[in-house]
T-cell receptor, first 112, second 111 residues
């Protein structure tokens, strides 16, 4: 059974650019969530996808968008990057609520 | 602001017990979780407890839940150097799948 894999592991982008981060969920998991973890803080919920539909969204602007594919993998897209978008982006998959969320190792995004 | 609060730092001697505390505000919490994060890594689920339970034990880990005070603790017995990490408390509430995290407690194990 493979866990959650994220790519790339590190990324440097320039302010104003766009970025796509990718996540493969754990085998059998149909729900994917994305979190932003700024340095020294706890992760903040961005949004969640269940069966290819957005199923909840945190306090993030519309330039943060996502997709979930039929194989339950997911993408996080961020447009018009700002310096404050520099963070560790974590993907988590789960099979419903309460079973525990399995996290990937994250993508470290640096915006310069 | 955070709905989940934790103390920021804990220093413990190797072999002693560590107790990490967390308070939460939402009375409709359903599950409460403890995650571990080592430097440069993602989050590792350590354990979780359903909100109608008082205690859960899993090897060296003991979770205690005081629903009246909305207080959650994680006790690590016989703390080892490999336990040095940041520990996050998190909750989910009824009908909402998102995890709400605290800011994390940095645990340093000294020899």
């Amino acid at each position: 059974e493979t866990g959650v894999t994220q790519s790339p592991t590190h990324l440097i982008k320039t302010r104003g650019q766009q970025v796509t981060l990718r996540c493969s969920s754990q085998s059998g998991h149909n729900t994917v969530s994305w979190y932003q973890q700024a340095l020294g803080q706890g992760p903040q919920f961005i949004f969640q996808y269940y069966r290819e539909e957005e199923n909840g969204r945190g306090n993030f602007p519309p330039r943060f968008s996502g997709l979930q594919f039929p194989n339950y993998s997911s993408e996080l897209n961020v447009n018009a990057l700002e310096l404050d978008d520099s963070a560790l982006y974590l993907c988590a998959s789960s099979l419903g609520q309460g079973e525990g969320y399995t996290f990937g190792s994250g993508t470290r995004l640096t915006v310069v | 602001g955070e709905d989940v609060e934790q103390s920021l730092f804990l220093s413990v001697r190797e072999g002693d017990s560590s107790v990490i505390n967390c308070t939460y505000t939402d009375s409709s919490s359903t599950y409460l979780y403890w995650y571990k994060q080592e430097p440069g890594a993602g989050l590792q689920l350590l354990t979780y407890i359903f909100s109608n339970m008082d205690m859960k034990q899993d090897q060296r880990l003991t979770v205690l839940l005081n629903k009246k005070d909305k207080h959650l603790s994680l006790r690590i017995a016989d703390t080892q150097t490999g336990d040095s990490a940041i520990y996050f408390c998190a909750e989910t509430v009824f009908n909402d799948y998102k995890l709400s995290f605290g800011a994390g407690t940095t645990v340093t194990v000294r020899a």
